[in-house]
């Protein structure tokens, strides 16, 4: 089986790498100052499943290295690069091989399906972390559950399901916790209701998860983009694992954030850096879906303007 991953920074390096070790014919897309050092030392892994240096990838530092066909091709680029890389694996994808989206945010394999076709396309939740350390060496810091992975929706034949089961058992066997779900966009919800509620804020203000948790006012803007993100939620038919936008809040304070306490977000890393967030897959989509379905969603709207607003300033800053 040939397997390329798509954006191969650290979550990319990993499943890249966990799947080259498995044996696997791999490669890599991804940046040069990261992929030079794999090309001569190999993919250092460390952290919580164990301590590896993986090497025999093939390497590509831009799409026109890829040389298909794939069976497998792993998305993992920031959701403002799907369209771009739906288009380049449209073509480099094998009959009967198979697109997953394993990204942040909303939409990421519908956007993959406009390209590619819906029964070629699943989609994956990742809720572990990793980092890269250096140019060539990453680490697996936390891993809050498995990553599961399924169909877009309805639809699929029984063989397109069973490409998707198998996908889920190779990851899975390769060592990365991995299981199949029908409804994989009820994790990718849940992943985004916690996402939307805490990155753009801690990015805006420039402080860690806690910081939020322990203020008035950012719990009530907090508590506002939940509100919103629940009815579009319930206008789109997602079954959510709460019953309503109370229930989730009470288990949002009380289990999932005192965790990540301490965490930076992501978000805020990315307007440090100059670089483009993904507000737009994030509280941006919760707007769209809701104009979609005539839904207001004016506090999501509002941090996607504010986000939108950070982001240019920094990127023209640094020219």
Same mark, same amino acid.
């Given at each position: 089986m040939r397997v390329a991953v798509m954006g191969a920074g650290a979550l990319g390096s990993v499943f890249g790498g966990f799947l080259a070790r498995a044996g696997y014919d791999v490669t890599l897309l991804g940046r040069p100052w990261h992929l030079q050092a794999v090309k001569q030392e190999g993919l250092s892994i460390e952290g919580i499943w164990g301590d590896y240096v993986v090497s025999g990838f093939s390497l590509a530092l831009s799409a026109g290295e890829l040389t298909?066909?794939?069976?497998?091709?792993? %998305?993992? %680029? #920031?959701? @403002?690069d799907t369209r771009t890389m739906a288009m380049v694996a449209k073509n480099l994808l094998a009959p009967g091989g198979l697109v997953v989206s394993l990204q942040n945010g909303l939409g990421n394999g519908e956007l993959l399906a406009e390209e590619i076709g819906r029964e070629r396309c699943a989609a994956g939740r990742v809720i572990f972390g990793a980092e890269i350390l250096s140019p060539g060496r990453v680490r697996v810091t936390v891993c809050a559950d498995d990553v599961v992975?399924?169909?877009?929706? #309805?639809?699929?034949?029984?063989?397109?399901?069973? =490409?998707?089961?198998?996908?889920? &058992?190779?990851? @899975?066997? +390769?060592?990365?916790?991995? *299981?199949?779900?029908?409804? %994989? $966009?009820v994790y990718l919800w849940a992943k985004a209701l916690y996402n939307c509620a805490l990155n753009p804020l801690g990015a805006l203000l420039e402080v860690n998860y806690g910081a939020l948790a322990d203020h008035e006012g950012a719990r009530y803007i907090m508590e506002r983009i939940i509100d919103e =993100?629940? +009815? %579009? =939620? *319930?206008? *789109?038919?997602?079954?959510? !694992?709460? !019953?309503? &936008? $109370?229930?989730? #809040?009470k288990e949002f304070y009380e289990k999932m954030l005192p965790p990540t306490r301490n965490h930076r977000p992501s978000m805020l890393q990315d307007l440090e850096r100059g670089r483009r967030t993904e507000i737009d +897959?994030? @509280?941006?989509k919760i707007v769209d879906y809701g104009r979609k379905a005539g839904i207001a969603t004016p506090v999501n709207e509002t941090i996607r303007c504010l986000v939108k607003f950070r982001e240019?300033?920094?990127? $023209?800053?640094? #020219?």
């Open positions: 298909g066909p794939f069976d497998l091709i792993l %998305v993992t %680029v #920031k959701s @403002n992975i399924g169909p877009l929706g #309805k639809g699929y034949s029984s063989a397109r399901l069973e =490409a998707i089961r198998e996908c889920a &058992a190779i990851i @899975n066997n +390769a060592g990365i916790p991995c *299981r199949y779900s029908d409804e %994989v $966009q =993100a629940f +009815a %579009v =939620a *319930r206008s *789109r038919g997602v079954s959510l !694992p709460w !019953p309503d &936008a $109370q229930v989730y #809040k +897959a994030l @509280n941006g240019r300033m920094e990127i $023209q800053h640094r #020219k």
